[in-house]
């Protein structure tokens, strides 16, 4: 039998059989690069997965393409041969990230993606399937109109590119977003259609920020005010408020706006313009980036894929034979302030939950350490309730002064503070001298209660040659809170935490030494000259998920 040239199956003796730092349940390709998440979507009982691939290298390339995973729950994933590859004039140097429309009524789905011309130039293109009749959706035809869109007047010619999810309002017409830059200037372009196939640009930008540089991978989509339920992206009325989220290159992180859309006029109007300070706000506040968001109608969910990028080095993913990983789908929803946006991983990752270890009334004084013993801590999903003392108590603190970063680095971790450092040591080694700090600490300011939450990672590898950068943030919490509740997935290289039920997200890749596989602990502890209690701690050991070929990837 042989094996198409671009056959997945065909790279995999790249890549070294021994693999501390590849995940058992975090999707990633069989080898080589993977970057941006393109096209979520749900069709026909399949979930399908596009993302962006380097099929030559570890690296990002100059030939990129789409892969293409299909799978019946979002964790156990079956990988298709590609996509879209370039092949065409107006594709000839890549294809860059877009998003999929399922189109109502004959219900067929339609991708628009970035290509990177023969003049270097980034158009967008638009791709069909090429049989409908197929669950998997294997192969693609590119529409002979292409470029649909080019770069329009204000606009440079290598800074546009991926087009969001369209959504069609009532008088008819379909309208999709676009990053942009002018110089400093980063832009999010509208564009509208009758057809899906003829496109015209408006004059005025979606939105623009000054001094940001190029907007990537802009995702809009509404989000119900009374409800946890998602709804489909062409929803525009009285029940939802909207979201733009932005990625913008220059820091590498996604911030989101909420927001006023007056459908009609093309005008999104946020609640709050972007600062650049610590007071935006953002999905994930560690490693997250070109986010993409779906609605999944048979579950009325919006889920939420990003790209975690690697801290090691560039020699590290070539020695490895991979690089990139996507967190697990999350769930999104606006939280009942309708200030900001909650996330949990979707139920279905529950699936993989095997060995229990629970702990119960715990306490925890000032300089404990309690291990979590019992399951696979490096494959791990533990969620604690931890139970907190008199909030009048806590030291004050002046916001005005303080760098959440600075809070979060290992000084402040090991400081003993009044409520706090609390929490977790993930990807420990037996006496901790590597460890990964998920923690909270509470402060007083002059006229509210704020929890301060940090992933440390300065202390994650004895390796050198890493970026263990920390990640933290700040945020309000009820005077009257007695409770606090953190969760970490735990796998390998990755930790997603969710802070006070998914109100706060910080994604950390760490690269241990010690703490590998049967190796790896588990702690929770205290540092706060107060105790905490442990109210309630459940752990569990996490199955493999399952990562198949598509038996079409074989030819006769």
Same mark, same amino acid.
């Given at each position: 039998?042989?094996?198409?040239?671009?056959?997945?199956?065909?790279?995999?003796?790249? $890549?070294?059989?021994?693999?501390?730092?590849?995940?058992?349940?975090?999707?990633?390709?069989?080898?080589?690069?993977?970057?941006?998440?393109?096209?979520?979507?749900?069709?026909?009982?399949?979930?399908?997965?596009?993302?962006?691939?380097?099929?030559? +290298? +570890?690296?990002?390339?100059?030939?990129?393409?789409? +892969?293409?995973?299909?799978?019946?729950?979002?964790?156990?994933? *079956?990988?298709?041969?590609?996509?879209?590859?370039?092949?065409?004039?107006? #594709?000839?140097?890549?294809?860059?990230?877009?998003?999929?429309?399922?189109?109502?009524?004959?219900?067929?789905?339609?991708?628009?993606?970035?290509?990177?011309?023969?003049?270097?130039?980034?158009?967008?293109?638009?791709?069909?399937?090429?049989?409908?009749?197929?669950?998997?959706?294997?192969?693609?035809?590119?529409?002979?109109?292409?470029?649909?869109?080019?770069?329009?007047?204000? $606009?440079?010619?290598?800074?546009?590119?991926?087009?969001?999810?369209?959504?069609?309002?009532?008088?008819?017409?379909?309208?999709?977003?676009?990053?942009?830059?002018?110089?400093?200037?980063?832009?999010?372009?509208?564009?509208?259609?009758? #057809?899906? +196939?003829?496109?015209?640009?408006?004059?005025?930008?979606?939105?623009?920020?000054?001094?940001?540089? $190029?907007?990537?991978?802009?995702?809009?989509?509404?989000?119900?005010?009374?409800?946890?339920?998602?709804?489909?992206?062409?929803?525009?009325?009285?029940?939802?408020?909207?979201?733009?989220?932005?990625?913008?290159?220059?820091?590498?992180?996604?911030?989101?706006?909420?927001?006023?859309?007056?459908?009609?006029?093309?005008?999104?109007?946020?609640?709050?313009?972007?600062?650049?300070?610590?007071?935006?706000?953002?999905?994930?506040?560690?490693?997250?980036?070109?986010?993409?968001?779906?609605?999944?109608?048979?579950? /009325?969910?919006?889920?939420?894929?990003?790209?975690?990028?690697?801290?090691?080095?560039?020699?590290?993913? &070539?020695?490895?034979?991979?690089?990139?990983?996507?967190? *697990?789908?999350?769930? $999104?929803?606006?939280?009942?302030?309708?200030?900001?946006?909650?996330?949990?991983?979707?139920?279905?990752?529950?699936?993989?939950?095997?060995?229990? *270890?629970?702990?119960?009334?715990?306490?925890?004084? @000032?300089?404990?350490?309690?291990?979590?013993?019992?399951?696979? @801590?490096?494959?791990?999903?533990?969620?604690?309730?931890?139970?907190?003392?008199?909030?009048?108590?806590?030291?004050?603190?002046?916001?005005?002064?303080?760098?959440?970063?600075?809070?979060?680095?290992?000084?402040?971790?090991?400081?003993?503070?009044?409520?706090?450092?609390?929490?977790?040591?993930?990807?420990?080694?037996?006496?901790?001298?590597?460890?990964? @700090?998920?923690?909270?600490?509470?402060?007083?300011?002059?006229?509210?209660?704020?929890?301060?939450?940090?992933?440390?990672?300065?202390?994650?590898?004895?390796?050198?040659?890493? #970026?263990?950068?920390?990640?933290?943030?700040?945020?309000? &919490?009820?005077?009257?809170?007695?409770?606090?509740?953190?969760?970490?997935?735990?796998?390998?290289?990755?930790?997603?935490?969710?802070?006070?039920?998914?109100?706060?997200?910080?994604?950390?890749?760490?690269?241990?030494?010690?703490? &590998?596989?049967?190796? @790896?602990?588990?702690?929770?502890?205290?540092?706060?000259?107060?105790?905490?209690?442990? /109210?309630?701690?459940?752990?569990?050991?996490?199955?493999?998920?399952?990562?198949?070929?598509?038996?079409? &990837?074989?030819?006769?």
């Amino acid at each position: 039998m042989e094996i198409n040239s671009h056959n997945l199956n065909s790279t995999m003796n790249k $890549v070294p059989q021994k693999q501390p730092y590849r995940t058992w349940y975090h999707f990633q390709p069989p080898t080589y690069w993977m970057n941006d998440p393109n096209a979520p979507m749900y069709y026909k009982g399949v979930y399908h997965f596009f993302y962006q691939h380097n099929p030559h +290298a +570890a690296t990002f390339g100059e030939k990129m393409v789409w +892969a293409h995973s299909v799978s019946y729950d979002l964790i156990n994933w *079956i990988h298709l041969n590609h996509a879209i590859e370039p092949s065409e004039p107006f #594709d000839l140097n890549s294809c860059w990230s877009g998003s999929a429309t399922i189109i109502p009524g004959n219900e067929h789905p339609v991708i628009l993606y970035t290509g990177i011309d023969d003049k270097k130039h980034q158009v967008q293109n638009m791709a069909m399937p090429k049989n409908l009749s197929d669950p998997f959706l294997r192969e693609w035809v590119k529409h002979p109109q292409n470029p649909v869109m080019t770069p329009p007047i204000g $606009v440079e010619v290598d800074s546009f590119r991926d087009p969001s999810t369209a959504w069609q309002e009532k008088d008819g017409k379909w309208r999709v977003v676009i990053g942009a830059q002018n110089g400093d200037e980063g832009k999010v372009v509208l564009y509208q259609s009758e #057809d899906f +196939a003829n496109w015209t640009v408006e004059l005025n930008p979606f939105f623009a920020s000054d001094n940001t540089g $190029v907007c990537e991978c802009p995702d809009f989509f509404p989000v119900s005010i009374n409800s946890t339920n998602g709804v489909d992206t062409s929803v525009q009325d009285q029940s939802v408020r909207h979201v733009l989220k932005i990625s913008y290159y220059r820091r590498n992180q996604d911030y989101y706006f909420l927001g006023k859309y007056a459908n009609g006029d093309g005008n999104f109007i946020p609640d709050v313009k972007f600062t650049g300070t610590s007071l935006d706000l953002r999905f994930d506040y560690g490693k997250f980036y070109a986010s993409k968001s779906f609605f999944d109608h048979a579950k /009325s969910r919006r889920i939420l894929w990003a790209w975690v990028d690697e801290c090691d080095t560039r020699d590290d993913g &070539i020695e490895k034979g991979w690089a990139g990983l996507q967190c *697990i789908p999350r769930e $999104v929803w606006l939280d009942e302030s309708g200030n900001r946006l909650m996330q949990w991983p979707i139920e279905e990752v529950e699936k993989l939950r095997d060995k229990q *270890i629970s702990i119960k009334g715990e306490k925890l004084v @000032a300089g404990s350490i309690l291990e979590v013993s019992g399951i696979t @801590a490096s494959q791990a999903d533990v969620e604690v309730l931890f139970e907190l003392p008199e909030l009048e108590n806590a030291e004050f603190l002046d916001e005005n002064e303080v760098d959440p970063h600075l809070l979060c680095s290992e000084e402040y971790v090991s400081r003993s503070g009044i409520i706090g450092p609390f929490g977790l040591f993930a990807l420990a080694s037996e006496d901790q001298t590597e460890h990964t @700090a998920i923690f909270f600490r509470i402060y007083k300011t002059s006229n509210r209660y704020v929890c301060f939450m940090c992933s440390d990672q300065s202390r994650s590898s004895l390796r050198e040659n890493l #970026d263990k950068s920390s990640y933290g943030t700040i945020f309000d &919490i009820d005077p009257n809170q007695k409770t606090i509740s953190l969760r970490s997935l735990i796998d390998r290289s990755i930790v997603e935490s969710f802070g006070e039920k998914g109100r706060i997200c910080i994604t950390s890749r760490v690269y241990p030494s010690l703490a &590998i596989d049967k190796d @790896a602990h588990l702690f929770a502890f205290n540092n706060g000259r107060q105790s905490v209690v442990i /109210s309630e701690l459940n752990a569990w050991s996490m199955k493999h998920a399952e990562f198949d070929q598509d038996e079409s &990837i074989y030819q006769p």
